[in-house]
């Protein structure tokens, strides 16, 4: 009797462990998820301000092209 108490108490001992060790790589996966998405969301904002930053040069040059075509004209 004591043997099977003891036995069973080691038995919700292990599983007990268990449990808290797969919540606890569950908790690490879940972070690494939320990571690689904020990673993912930081080189989605990176690429958009690039983006932005382009066009805003093609748009200056655009500018600075109908100047000089304006400039021209008037010559």
Do not use: D, P
Request: positive net charge; glycine residues 2%.
């Amino acid at each position: 009797m004591v043997s099977e108490l003891r036995r069973a108490t080691t038995q919700l001992g292990t599983t007990q462990f268990a449990a808290t060790q797969f919540a606890a790589m569950q908790f690490a996966a879940t972070q690494f998820a939320a990571t690689q998405f904020a990673a993912t969301q930081f080189a989605a904002m990176q690429f958009a301000a690039t983006q932005f930053a382009a066009t805003q040069f093609a748009a200056t040059q655009f500018a600075a092209m109908q100047f000089a075509a304006t400039q021209f004209a008037a010559t």
